[in-house]
C-alpha cells in the first residue's frame, strides 16, 4: 500500500532557529513530491521536486529530494512566526491517463515562538 | 488572476439535511479535486473530474456523497442526508491538465449538529 509517512508529527521553535522537516515515502510508480504549507485552511503550494540531490530553493526556505533513499527534506532557516503552520508533504504517482490524485503525509505542525 | 474560489465558506447544519458544496477553479484548469480534511487529520481524497467526467470516485465515502462538474468549470459536492461524521474542512483544488501541482480554494468548513 502507498503511504507517506512525515516526522516529526509537531515541533514547538524559537525564532531565529533552523529546522528540518522529514518526508518518507513507499508509492509505486513515483512521479513527483511536493510541499505545502498549510496556515488555516487552504494548503498553499511550496516546492515540486522530481530528481534527486537537485535543492529548490524560495527565500528561508529549502527542499531535497533523495529518490534511492526515498525521502525528502524542508529545511527552514532563521525561522520567524510567520512559519507556523502544518507543512504537508505529497506525492504523485504515474497513472494512465491525467489523473494526478495526490497521496498525502499528516504534516509536521510546526509551531515558531517569539 | 483569480485563484481557486469556494462557497460558503462555512455552512452549519442540521443532521438528516443535504448540503451543497461549490468550487469554481482556476480558469482553464481541467482537473478538479476534492478532498475532505478532519480534524487534526491529513487530506482525504474524495473524487477527481477531468473536463466533466469523473474517472475517479474512489473516494466517496458512501453513496450519500456526489459531485458533478458542468462546461468543465464550477463543480458542486453534494451530502445528502448529512451525519455528525461529516462534519470536516471540504477542499477543492485545480491543476493543468497532466500537471501534478494542485492549487487549493479557502475550503468550506462544514459543521454537521
Known amino acids: 500500500e502507498d503511504k507517506v509517512v512525515q516526522s516529526p508529527l509537531s515541533l514547538v521553535v524559537h525564532e531565529g532557529d533552523t529546522v528540518t522537516l522529514n518526508c518518507s515515502y513507499e508509492?509505486?510508480?513515483?512521479?513527483?513530491l511536493l510541499w505545502y504549507k498549510q496556515e488555516k485552511k487552504a494548503p498553499t503550494f511550496l516546492f515540486m521536486l522530481?530528481?534527486s540531490g537537485i535543492e529548490k530553493k524560495s527565500g528561508r526556505l529549502s527542499s531535497i529530494l533523495d529518490k534511492k533513499e526515498l525521502f525528502s527534506i524542508l529545511n527552514i532557516t532563521a525561522t520567524q512566526t510567520g512559519d507556523s503552520a502544518v507543512y504537508l508533504c505529497?506525492?504523485?504517482?504515474?497513472?494512465?491517463?491525467?489523473?494526478?490524485?495526490?497521496?498525502w503525509g499528516l504534516g509536521t505542525s510546526l509551531a515558531v515562538n517569539p | 488572476g483569480a485563484g481557486v474560489s469556494q462557497s460558503p465558506s462555512n455552512k452549519v447544519t442540521e443532521k438528516g439535511k443535504d448540503v451543497e458544496l461549490r468550487c469554481d477553479p482556476i480558469?482553464?484548469?481541467?482537473?478538479l479535486y476534492w478532498y475532505r480534511q478532519s480534524l487534526g487529520q491529513g487530506l482525504e481524497f474524495l473524487i477527481y473530474?477531468?473536463?466533466?467526467?469523473?474517472?475517479?470516485k474512489s473516494g466517496l465515502p458512501s453513496d450519500r456523497f456526489s459531485a458533478e462538474r458542468t462546461g468543465g468549470s464550477v463543480s458542486t459536492l453534494t451530502i445528502q442526508r448529512t451525519q455528525q461524521e461529516d462534519s470536516a474542512v471540504y477542499l477543492c483544488?485545480?491543476?493543468?491538465?497532466?500537471?501534478?501541482?494542485?492549487?487549493f480554494g479557502p475550503g468550506t468548513r462544514l459543521t454537521v449538529l
Open positions: 473530474f477531468q473536463g466533466n467526467s469523473a474517472p475517479d
Open positions: 522530481t530528481s
Open positions: 480558469s482553464g484548469h481541467t482537473a
Open positions: 483544488a485545480s491543476s493543468l491538465q497532466a500537471q501534478d501541482t494542485q492549487y
Open positions: 505529497a506525492v504523485a504517482k504515474s497513472r494512465a491517463g491525467n489523473n494526478r490524485k495526490l497521496i
Open positions: 508509492v509505486t510508480n513515483f512521479r513527483s
